[in-house]
């Protein structure tokens, strides 16, 4: 009786194995993971009346869900702006560290946030002959918020091209996004996002 109690059981014993082996083969992955770095960056286009803004924005992230990406980012940019009436200019380089988040409500939609701590060094060139130009350097904060859309995303993976729009909502006066005349310009961004460390075989699905 005993016996045939055990050869009862067995099959029993083999399906449990082979469900915690599965559970154990699925079980989501918790803890820093080196395949959910990124980096890559952007170039930066900027247009209005009398302005023109080129930069270009390195960064290094991270996946923190499938939806989720965040990271840190250095920025540059170059500005050059004309005013209509009088025809003086200026020339200002920009350079200085920040962070940012991309939030996918679905894989190729993103709406984005961007914080900056801008260092600039302004030039300013009067329209009058003879006259010296006039050099000067300050600091700025920026807070940029827009959407985008991300090609060839896939869950699992955070390789990816990406456009986007932002604008600056920070406030700030000497702000690099904000024209002559105060009014915020808006910030267009294309770039890509390169995968660290991911098996191009086989994705990791979180």
């Given at each position: 009786?005993?016996?045939?109690?055990?050869?009862?059981?067995?099959?029993?014993?083999?399906?449990?194995?082979?469900?915690?082996?599965?559970?154990?083969?699925?079980?989501?992955?918790?803890?820093?993971?080196?395949?959910?770095?990124?980096?890559?960056?952007?170039?930066?286009?900027?247009?209005?009346?009398?302005?023109?803004?080129?930069?270009?924005?390195?960064?290094?992230?991270?996946?923190?869900?499938?939806?989720?990406?965040?990271?840190?980012?250095?920025?540059?940019?170059?500005?050059?702006?004309?005013?209509?009436?009088?025809?003086?200019?200026?020339?200002?380089?920009?350079?200085?560290?920040?962070a940012f988040v991309r939030l996918f409500p679905v894989n190729f939609?993103?709406?984005?946030?961007?914080?900056?701590?801008?260092?600039?060094?302004?030039?300013?060139?009067?329209?009058?002959?003879?006259?010296?130009?006039?050099?000067?350097?300050?600091?700025?904060?920026?807070?940029?918020?827009?959407?985008?859309?991300?090609?060839?995303?896939?869950?699992?993976?955070?390789?990816?091209?990406?456009?986007?729009?932002?604008?600056?909502?920070?406030?700030?006066?000497?702000?690099?996004?904000?024209?002559?005349?105060?009014?915020?310009?808006?910030?267009?961004?294309?770039?890509?996002?390169?995968?660290?460390?991911?098996?191009?075989?086989?994705?990791?699905?979180r």
């Open positions: 009786m005993k016996k045939v109690i055990v050869l009862l059981l067995l099959p029993l014993c083999f399906h449990a194995n082979a469900q915690e082996s599965e559970g154990a083969q699925f079980k989501p992955k918790t803890g820093f993971q080196k395949q959910k770095l990124f980096t890559g960056g952007s170039a930066n286009i900027g247009f209005s009346s009398g302005s023109t803004m080129l930069g270009i924005t390195p960064q290094l992230g991270y996946s923190l869900t499938n939806w989720l990406d965040a990271g840190i980012t250095f920025n540059l940019n170059y500005l050059s702006q004309k005013d209509y009436y009088s025809g003086d200019k200026l020339r200002q380089t920009t350079y200085g560290p920040g939609l993103f709406a984005s946030a961007q914080y900056e701590y801008n260092s600039m060094h302004l030039k300013y060139i009067p329209n009058v002959a003879g006259s010296p130009s006039q050099i000067n350097t300050q600091n700025a904060n920026s807070f940029l918020v827009g959407a985008g859309y991300a090609g060839g995303r896939m869950r699992g993976g955070n390789t990816y091209y990406y456009l986007s729009i932002m604008w600056d909502i920070s406030g700030d006066p000497n702000s690099p996004y904000h024209d002559q005349y105060g009014r915020t310009s808006p910030v267009i961004r294309a770039g890509y996002n390169i995968g660290l460390f991911q098996n191009r075989n086989k994705r990791d699905y």
